[in-house]
Nanobody, 117 residues
Framework: QVQLQESGPGLVKPSQTLSLTCTVS??????????WSWIRQPPGKGLEWMGA???????YYSPSLKSHTSISRDTSKNQFSLQLSSVTPEDTAVYYC?????????WGKGTLVTVSS
């Protein structure tokens, strides 16, 4: 059973960088042909796919977020991370990490990040 767990600060100030880590257990992030995604849901809005890192380390980003989003991984810890720079209150959301192979089949529980001064 694959499990994903998001971790990181719950409060970030405007203009700062939001950093989250997803720790994966029960499966390796280097296993072909899985993709490891970050998805967010602002209050009262739908899900938004932000980007992903593939089993081979390739990265993919939403065009609308690409300029200030970075996804990386630490294979020794079986973790992947999200960095979102220059955040604004509109980046307040529940952030999820998920495993995908055509569709997201395993999700973390999500973590609320509030952007506020």
């Amino acid at each position: 059973q694959v499990q994903l767990q998001e971790s990181g600060p719950g409060l970030v100030k405007p203009s700062q960088t939001l950093s989250l880590t997803c720790t994966v257990s029960g499966g390796s992030i280097t296993t072909s042909y899985y993709y490891w995604s970050w998805i967010r849901q602002p209050p009262g809005k739908g899900l938004e796919w932000m980007g992903a890192i593939a089993y081979d380390g390739s990265t993919y980003y939403s065009p609308s977020l690409k300029s200030h989003t970075s996804i990386s991984r630490d294979t020794s810890k079986n973790q992947f991370s999200l960095q979102l720079s220059s955040v604004t209150p509109e980046d307040t959301a529940v952030y999820y990490c998920a495993r995908s192979i055509g569709y997201a089949d395993y999700w973390g529980k999500g973590t609320l990040v509030t952007v506020s001064s």
